[in-house]
Antibody, heavy 127, light 108 residues
Framework: QVQLVQSGAEVKRPGASVKVSCKASDYNFTSYGINWVRQAPGQGLEWMGWISTNYGDTNFAQKFQGRVTMTTDTSKSTAYMELRSLRPDDTAVYYC????????????????????WGQGTHVTVSS | EIVLTQSPGTLSLSPGERVTLSCRASQYVSSNFLTWYQQKPGQAPRLLIYGASTRATGIPDRFSGSGSGTDFTLTISRLEPEDFAVYYCQHCDISPWTFGPGTTVQMK
């Protein structure tokens, strides 16, 4: 069945960078985009951005513009999220989630949601 | 940015009770792009309802979604022990695709 398996936990110093991977299996990787969502300890979910696995187009939340890079390696069915200039408040669980967008040309209807999620990667930023 | 507000923040209920969770948007959200997720401690979120009212694969029919425009509702007709969790609404209308702050459904 569809799976997204993320890389392991990371501990980083303030100012460093972290790169998290998300390996997809059991579906056509380039047919669905990938979103990245984070969750600080005891807090809610925060959308960081989206990448098209087909064309590499990206769409980032303004908060992360200039500090985040999202890439894919289609030969490995893997998406990556790199966050730079880490601060202690970047400590969070980072999730990848498959982007499900569907347009029905017969009814002109659309749906868009995140259907499968990775298990999460704990990133701790501490001196 | 569309801000989603969820109420109440926390509900303390017993198994068997009916639950109604609210999600209000700061501006119009197409119902096609309104989604509900469930998250249990230590787990990733799980897709429950998409398109405001369509249950995801494998979701029991005690879960239902409704609403349009700026007001959306998730209803659990009869709480089961496994339903105690945090519930988030989210939109994929205009970027950024934001989440609500969540409603915690806890056991009384």
């Amino acid at each position: 069945q569809v799976q997204l398996v993320q890389s392991g936990a990371e501990v980083k110093r303030p100012g460093a960078s972290v790169k998290v991977s998300c390996k997809a299996s059991d579906y056509n990787f380039t047919s669905y985009g990938i979103n990245w969502v984070r969750q600080a300890p005891g807090q809610g979910l925060e959308w960081m951005g989206w990448i098209s696995t087909n064309y590499g187009d990206t769409n980032f939340a303004q908060k992360f513009q200039g500090r985040v890079t999202m890439t894919t390696d289609t030969s490995k069915s893997t998406a990556y999220m790199e966050l730079r200039s880490l601060r202690p408040d970047d400590t969070a669980v980072y999730y990848c989630a498959r982007d499900h967008y569907h347009y029905d040309s017969s009814s002109y209807s659309q749906t868009h949601y995140f259907d499968y999620w990775g298990q999460g990667t704990h990133v701790t930023v501490s001196s | 940015e569309i801000v989603l507000t969820q109420s109440p923040g926390t509900l303390s209920l017993s198994p068997g009770e009916r639950v109604t969770l609210s999600c209000r948007a700061s501006q119009y959200v197409s119902s096609n792009f309104l989604t509900w997720y469930q998250q249990k401690p230590g787990q990733a979120p799980r897709l429950l309802i998409y398109g405001a009212s369509t249950r995801a694969t494998g979701i029991p029919d005690r879960f239902s979604g409704s609403g349009s425009g700026t007001d959306f509702t998730l209803t659990i007709s009869r709480l089961e022990p496994e339903d105690f969790a945090v519930y988030y609404c989210q939109h994929c209308d205009i970027s950024p695709w934001t989440f609500g702050p969540g409603t915690t459904v806890q056991m009384k």
